[in-house]
């Protein structure tokens, strides 16, 4: 049940000259589906990551995060669901290098030249021999335009697979940017995202490409929460082939600007389509601070807003019971914030005025704003210039009913 | 669906002489149930109030904050439920204050010796003239043997009256506590709770009272968490007559940690209560962290296992997907943690051992602990002696539907 998002179709989605993508069927998750995925990369690439600052963080990201640090060479990622090797403890890491080792020796490349990546359940031990079996199967079927099975191979509990595509011109080089992303529960990302995985021709120096990914990240990935926990897996990958006959980008000049402006573009779209196939979702809300102090203000102020079990609820039943968004602000705990400056508006119906409800409030009004399932809530602080955007779900039955039945 | 938690019986409640409680159906709740209830003090009492923090905290808080401010001579306290007066503004202090001026009329006292409490729906003007009509009727019913119905008029969603009473000797003489509460939703207490209103007849200075206030919050109300929604209207009052003949207790000696070792104990037993009604509830959680740096970590770890929405499904479906509380700990930021030190119990089984799944683990014995409705884990950080014990509740299927249906 997810809120407008439609199924990507494989013809809309750009492919980037020498990436290739194979998936396979390892049986990690049941009733058959994908769960494989190889991506391979060119000589000359250049990778970029960023990961879950969870302390329990699964054995593939710390693999992951050294194989990164150890070479600027990263030829191919290997990414399975079902099982997360988390909570694996030294087991887990073995596990993951094999993985690492057992693809490198197929392709001909070094161990380190590979990054790891698993999603799934937590605390059991990955199934690395159904894996090896199917590595062959996944090289075999390597190709270019596998970017919508690629989609459908990394998903857990999401119920469309997530991919879009933009292109953008650069001294007169189309560059193409192709990403994928999975995540539908155990959403909210802290400098990092679920597994998202973005790939681009465009000459781009490493230091470069990490800029990009850190700047991209904090108004995309980290601006969405399903339900508030973040993930042991997280991980955000931005892969460029360095194949656009164009002079590298190694400043953050205008041509990093234009690269910028569309790559957060695609970040954003899949970012997005993560919440509107949050587990159970009805709604799709947005939620704008505005006129806070600070940046970090305004974030703290959105996500608790956010988070807000009674807020979720409240958008789930379409119930304008909106002094429960009130309550999450003063919950917020930002210091010397003055009430009677705070004026909030459901899209574009005042009904909170200088901390009460709005004299022009009506219910009928605001009964009909909540019924839609695209809602945006702007509030204005009223106490300087920090603002952000961020993007979040309603709490349903399904929510519930998902998660308690997630290993059954 | 409360947790095991029988209806108090209002002969086990010992009566305070000098404290007298009246109630009255003022028709601010539906279905004919008791919503309006006073307290009155014989002169000479001491009153200590503890009260939210949330920064949309109600009128009726900011006016009791004022009123026990100005005076140590509070003698009487007026509730109602169905209406929260918060997020009301200025026209919602003059209310709080407007039912104040009217019941020390009636009493023949001063308006800032009453003090105020609401509770129930958020940004709707109080029901001022229905409050003031049945004044006279709950005066009339002032009684001192009136506890358990004091209990039944201050319930929102909650299932089943919350009362507790005990007896204490100080220096011969027989302390009587009786104490009430309600809460079921929006609870994640921060310096205070829910209401509670615990009398007694001790000889105890206001210096005392309120130190002694302060240090049974810490560890009963501000330990307890259903959905991590901090109230507007959280308040909690400690009364105390001063009839007892015992020398004034002005010092923390050893007839202070007499009475305080009580007094704890009522205020747990409340707390508790909370949680065993908390809306949806089927399980009872105790969280307790040990060998952690300090309590500040201790707290910060308990209060993000409890609230992951992910650890309370998997505590509804009795599913023992323990990886779970692992991922939540990971995102309590705990600065330096060694997650090798790491040993997680589920009641006495261990599951957890050095960061990862336990050698002894054995999956059906978990299962069978999880379906139990008393659940205790215990988290061992092996990294110094802080210490906590908090109490929280599962999500249900309920907890959504009473939380979406809660206004119609």
Redesign the interface.
């Known amino acids: 049940m997810a809120v407008n998002l439609k199924k990507p179709k494989n013809e809309d989605l750009h492919t980037i000259s020498g990436i290739h993508l194979g998936t396979a069927i390892a049986e990690i998750k049941n009733k058959g589906q994908r769960d494989l995925l190889i991506i391979s990369l060119p000589e000359g690439s250049v990778v970029a990551g960023v990961f879950t ?5 699964a054995a593939p990201v710390i693999v992951a995060q050294e194989n990164i640090k150890q070479t600027n060479k990263t030829r191919a990622l290997i990414v399975n669901t079902g099982s ?1 090797n ?7 890491i073995k596990d993951a290098r094999d993985i690492c080792k057992s693809l490198a020796f197929k392709l001909k490349i070094k161990p380190h030249e590979v990054l790891p990546f698993s999603t799934g ?4 031990p990955l199934p690395v021999k159904k894996i090896q079996k199917k590595i062959s199967e996944a090289i075999e079927d390597l190709n270019e335009s596998n970017w919508q099975l690629a989609a459908e191979a990394i998903m857990t509990t999401d119920t469309i697979p997530k991919a879009i595509s933009r292109q953008v011109t650069i001294q007169g080089q189309i560059i193409n940017i192709t990403g994928i992303s999975k995540g539908s ?2 959403i909210h990302p ?1 400098m990092a995202t679920m597994l998202a995985f973005i790939g681009m021709n465009a000459n781009i120096s490493s230091k470069m490409l990490n800029q990009l990914i850190q700047e991209v990240t904090k108004e995309s990935f980290n601006c969405i929460s399903v ?6 897996n997280d991980s955000f990958i931005m892969m460029s082939t360095n194949q656009a006959d164009h002079s590298q980008i190694n400043l953050d000049n205008k041509d990093y600007y234009i690269l910028k402006s569309v790559m957060l573009d695609v970040a954003i779209n899949l970012a997005q389509a993560i919440v509107r196939d949050g587990e159970g979702a009805t709604k799709f809300i947005t939620i704008k601070i505005c006129e806070a102090l600070n940046y970090t203000e305004a974030k703290k102020i959105a996500m608790t807003i956010a ?4 807020v979720k ?2 958008f ?2 379409s ?1 304008a ?4 968004i ?9 210091e010397g ?1 003055d ?2 400056k705070v004026d909030i508006y459901l899209n574009d119906l005042l009904f ?1 005025e ?4 709005a004299a022009s409030y009506n219910a009928d009004s605001a009964q009909l704003e909540m019924k839609k399932s695209e809602i945006e809530l702007r509030v204005m602080f009223g106490r300087g210039d920090g603002s952000v955007t961020i993007w979040t779900s309603d ?3 399904d ?3 998902i ?6």
Chains 1, 2 share one sequence.
């Not at 988390?86 to 887990?92: N, P, V």
């Open positions: 600052k969870n302390q329990f963080c997360a988390a909570g694996t403890g030294e087991i887990g359940v937590i605390m059991e529960g155990m802290n339900d508030g926990d973040t993930s042991t988070c807000s079990l009674l609820t409240a789930f039943a119930d019971n909106l002094g429960r009130l309550s999450a602000i003063g919950n917020g705990e930002v914030l009430i009677k909170a200088a901390g009460a409800l709490l349903s039955y929510y519930v009913k998660n308690a039945e997630y290993r059954t």
